[in-house]
């Protein structure tokens, strides 16, 4: 069982080949787990990774937030993940 947030949504993502470049995506989330706006790539990244990155992302959510995260959102509300090798 995951003992912090970040923890749980790491589980979410899935190993690509992202080779040399590394991505960071910010996520928003309302405390039931949904997307309160669109995921955001941090820095300058374009391109078909970009999309895919914002699309996993997108495609994870609605996250399945255990009730005892409830107390810690303002914690969690924005979450910063990184993609890489």
């Known amino acids: 069982m995951a ?7 790491a589980g979410f993502a899935e190993r690509q080949p992202w080779g040399d470049l590394a991505m960071s995506c910010e996520i928003f ?4 787990g949904t997307l309160s706006k669109p995921p955001q ?4 990244q374009s391109g078909s990774k970009r999309e895919h990155t ?7 959510a609605p996250f399945h937030i255990p009730s005892r995260f409830d ?15």
């Open 3 to 9: 003992s912090t947030f970040e923890d749980l949504i």
């Open 29 to 32: 989330l309302e405390r039931d």
């Open 54 to 60: 914002l699309r996993a992302a997108r495609r994870c």
């Open 41 to 44: 790539i941090v820095g300058p």
């Open 71 to 85: 107390a810690s959102h303002e914690q969690w509300k924005k979450v910063q993940i990184q993609f890489c090798d």
